[in-house]
């Protein structure tokens, strides 16, 4: 089974290839929603968390408040360089894991796993291919202003993770999302055609 890890800047897309790869039936891991899994109550890396950054920034369930976290990591690298620490052995174990059991499944040739951080974190070897999503970074800001971001936030969320540019330099196939959904989905077609012919 080929591992495939998805990637590329903040509001490049990701989120809508992986919907269109799980609606083709292949199986895909979201490396966000493993995060939120290890932060949550009586997790190791929420006890190390909460340690590190003081018991002010778990919920009153117990998990971590990503909200308040996310203020402090984001506006101080050193923060965000130790919340990695903690999270990102953890998630690569939940990833590890979750290929395991599809290649075990045996239903699809490919498997993707989408990580936000995956050049920054230099785990790229990890994996076969790498597809990276982009659009031009006026459209990143476009994107994230319509969440609901400030100008603050958009710069410090862009400052932390790599160009796009160099990112999609560095990727077996780039996906550009600044088109239509559907020239998005005839790249992500003709890639799913040639992962397949390698896998």
């Keep these: 089974m080929l591992k495939i890890a998805l990637t590329g800047g903040i509001a490049t ?34 006890a190390a968390i909460a340690e590190r950054f003081g018991p002010a920034f778990l919920g009153p369930d117990g998990a971590v408040d990503r909200k308040a976290l996310g203020r ?6 050193s923060a965000r360089r130790d919340l990695e620490a903690i999270v990102h052995p953890a998630v690569y174990r939940a990833i590890t894991a979750g290929f395991r059991a599809f290649a075990l499944l045996g239903d699809s040739p490919i498997a993707v796993a989408d990580i936000p951080l995956l050049f920054e974190g230099g785990r790229e070897s990890d994996f076969d291919k790498v597809v990276v999503t982009t659009c031009p970074e006026a459209m990143q800001r476009e994107r994230l ?6 100008a603050d936030e958009i710069e ?9 540019v160099e990112k999609a330099a560095r990727a077996h196939h780039v996906i550009d999302t600044s088109g239509t959904h559907q020239d998005t989905d ?6 799913i055609r040639e992962l397949l012919r390698t896998s």
């Design 13 to 46: 897309g990701k989120s809508y290839v992986v919907g269109e790869l799980r609606r083709r039936g292949i199986p895909c891991l979201d490396a966000d929603e493993l995060a939120h899994g290890v932060m949550t109550h009586g997790s190791e890396a929420t």
């Design 145 to 150: 202003a319509a969440r609901g971001l400030s």
């Design 156 to 164: 410090q969320r862009l400052k932390a993770q790599m160009p796009a």
């Design 186 to 191: 005839q790249q992500i077609e003709r890639i």
């Design 72 to 77: 402090v990591v984001f506006a101080d690298p």
